[in-house]
């Protein structure tokens, strides 16, 4: 058996959807569907019952899915032990994050949560749709990333618990320094449109943007110069004056203050919770010390 066979299930259990399961995997649905089936030949059983939609497991699929979380756990920590052997027996805890957060608040996070555990951090840093999935499929133990109430991060109750860890805010930045921006006329006009910097398709705070944007009771006139998947990346690009970027706050830091001057109409922004994510269970010592860490300090609800 392959054990990639186990993570797609494990997502596929999570969506309900082979077609979603499939884009987070980074495969075809024709090839996915017989990775599923190739699962299911080696268990003997059905696991998914495909009449439905969403799609559900069957009372064997909940079952397997059940043992298997443990298992994919196991395999993965076995995994590290091995190619890692100075660092077996002691306790680590795999967190999994965006890349604005990775680079804008990790350190300090775990500078507090860490304090005084004797336990080391093994950061996975991907896009939000590849470290969700990732988390889902027992690739984490812990999930920190940004959550918005209109387009909130959907991770069933039952298997999985949640905590608010800090508030952010989502506006368009620019340099007000720059030659051609310093007198930004926002939201553009038809004759004199905003040169804007977006996220890839399909990004999640791309699709936070398109929600800002269609709600915002003025239209927006742009005209798209650059398009990246990464805050980073936009930025980077918004300081050296290449145009208007929707950021988080928490990407704002450092010279970064200086340099990028934010769109204060609220009707352009849109408040943003900064939510960590547990697995129910099964959970290492480590990821349950860790959690009860996590949640000491979290936002009140």
Same mark, same amino acid.
């Given at each position: 058996?392959? %054990?990639?066979?186990?993570?797609?299930?494990?997502?596929?259990?999570?969506?309900?959807?082979?077609?979603?399961?499939?884009?987070?995997?980074?495969?075809?649905?024709?090839?996915?569907?017989?990775?599923?089936?190739?699962?299911?030949?080696?268990?003997?059983?059905?696991?998914?019952?495909?009449?439905?939609?969403?799609?559900?497991?069957?009372?064997? &699929?909940?079952?397997?899915?059940?043992?298997?979380?443990?298992?994919?756990?196991?395999?993965?920590?076995?995994?590290?032990?091995?190619?890692?052997?100075?660092?077996?027996? =002691?306790?680590?805890?795999?967190? &999994?994050?965006?890349?604005?957060?990775?680079?804008?608040?990790?350190?300090?996070?775990? =500078?507090?949560?860490?304090?005084?555990?004797?336990?080391?951090?093994?950061?996975?840093?991907?896009?939000? %749709?590849?470290?969700?999935?990732?988390?889902?499929?027992?690739?984490?133990?812990?999930?920190?990333?940004?959550?918005?109430?209109?387009?909130?991060?959907?991770?069933?109750?039952?298997?999985?618990?949640?905590?608010?860890?800090?508030?952010?805010?989502?506006?368009?930045?620019?340099?007000?320094?720059?030659?051609?921006?310093?007198?930004?006329?926002?939201?553009? %006009?038809?004759?004199?449109?905003? @040169?804007?910097?977006?996220?890839?398709?399909?990004?999640?705070?791309?699709?936070?943007?398109?929600?800002?944007?269609?709600?915002?009771?003025?239209?927006?006139?742009?005209?798209?110069?650059?398009?990246? @998947?990464?805050?980073?990346?936009?930025?980077?690009?918004?300081?050296?004056?290449?145009?208007?970027?929707?950021? @988080?706050?928490?990407?704002?830091?450092?010279?970064?203050?200086?340099?990028? %001057?934010?769109?204060?109409?609220?009707?352009?922004?849109?408040?943003?919770?900064?939510?960590?994510?547990?697995?129910?269970?099964?959970?290492?010592?480590?990821?349950?010390?860790?959690?009860?860490?996590?949640?000491?300090?979290?936002?009140?609800?």
């Amino acid at each position: 058996m392959d %054990t990639g066979w186990l993570q797609d299930f494990m997502v596929l259990a999570e969506t309900g959807s082979f077609t979603r399961a499939a884009a987070i995997r980074n495969i075809s649905q024709a090839a996915f569907s017989r990775r599923m089936q190739a699962l299911e030949s080696w268990a003997g059983v059905m696991l998914i019952d495909r009449s439905t939609h969403p799609a559900r497991l069957t009372a064997e &699929g909940e079952r397997f899915h059940a043992e298997m979380a443990d298992t994919l756990h196991r395999l993965i920590d076995v995994r590290t032990a091995l190619s890692r052997p100075a660092y077996y027996g =002691k306790a680590q805890v795999r967190i &999994g994050l965006p890349h604005v957060l990775a680079g804008s608040r990790f350190s300090r996070w775990w =500078k507090d949560w860490a304090h005084g555990t004797g336990m080391f951090a093994n950061a996975l840093i991907a896009n939000v %749709t590849d470290i969700v999935a990732s988390f889902v499929a027992g690739g984490a133990d812990i999930l920190v990333c940004h959550h918005g109430k209109e387009l909130p991060l959907v991770l069933d109750p039952k298997l999985f618990m949640r905590c608010t860890v800090e508030r952010d805010v989502l506006r368009p930045y620019y340099n007000s320094q720059a030659a051609d921006l310093g007198a930004l006329d926002f939201p553009g %006009t038809e004759a004199s449109p905003l @040169p804007l910097l977006m996220y890839s398709k399909g990004a999640y705070f791309a699709r936070l943007v398109d929600m800002i944007v269609d709600q915002a009771p003025a239209k927006l006139h742009a005209d798209l110069r650059v398009e990246a @998947p990464m805050s980073d990346v936009l930025r980077d690009c918004a300081a050296k004056g290449l145009g208007v970027a929707w950021l @988080p706050q928490c990407a704002i830091h450092g010279e970064y203050e200086k340099l990028l %001057t934010p769109v204060r109409d609220e009707c352009w922004s849109m408040d943003l919770d900064i939510v960590a994510f547990a697995h129910r269970a099964p959970r290492s010592p480590a990821a349950e010390q860790m959690w009860n860490r996590i949640t000491a300090g979290a936002v009140a609800a």
